[in-house]
């Protein structure tokens, strides 16, 4: 483990809460759906319930609109950026990438809203945008669990995102 990536993940401030405009003062009473990730809002949470989206996607009994996930998404508004790179990283990206999906699946059975809007390459580096500050959080862990190498958070003043380096 190298000295920089143990500082960082003992030092920095993880799950720093940023102030997160998507999020509604007020919640809807009873059910609904998104229609885009087929998230269900029940008890004042999103959930996956993939069981009931099949049966209420088509009624008009339960309302539907897009999560804050969702809305986050189609905006293009993400709340982290995860960079990777490094001549390690080049060589097992595939894998790596693996990595990176399966963390995400865990996250969104969790909490659905927690959402990769894009991934591309820029500067040499491959760019994970995600719609929470901790799910960017998380995937860069989960690659620094799994691969070592150098894990450094960065916060925006005002705290509106966070950017997540790895490299190696
Ligand atoms: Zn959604």
């Not at 009994?61 to 897009?66: A, D, G, N, S, T």
């Not at 293009?76 to 995860?82: A, D, E, N, S």
């Not at 990176?100 to 909490?111: C, F, L, Q, T, V």
């Not at 945008?129 to 959080?137: I, P, V």
């Amino acid at each position: 483990m190298s000295r920089k990536g143990r500082k960082w993940i003992t030092e920095t401030q993880e799950f720093q809460t940023t102030d997160d405009p998507y999020l509604p003062k007020k919640y809807p009473s009873g059910e609904a759906i998104c229609p885009r990730c087929h998230a269900v809002f029940r008890d004042k949470r999103w959930l996956l319930d993939e069981e009931f989206y099949q049966e209420f996607k088509d009624s008009d009994l339960v309302p539907k609109f897009l999560c804050p996930g969702c809305r986050k998404a189609v905006d293009r508004y993400p709340m982290g950026y995860l960079y990777l790179s490094g001549p390690f990283f080049e060589e097992h990206k595939e894998e790596i990438m693996r990595v990176i999906n399966n963390e995400y699946e865990r996250a969104r059975k969790n909490n659905p809203l927690q959402q990769i809007i894009a991934i591309y390459e820029e500067d040499g580096q491959t760019v994970v945008e995600t719609t929470t500050e901790n799910l960017a959080q998380r995937l860069g862990r989960a690659v620094y669990r799994a691969y070592k190498g150098d894990l450094t958070f960065k916060w925006s003043e005002g705290n509106k995102l966070v950017r997540v380096y790895w490299q190696r």
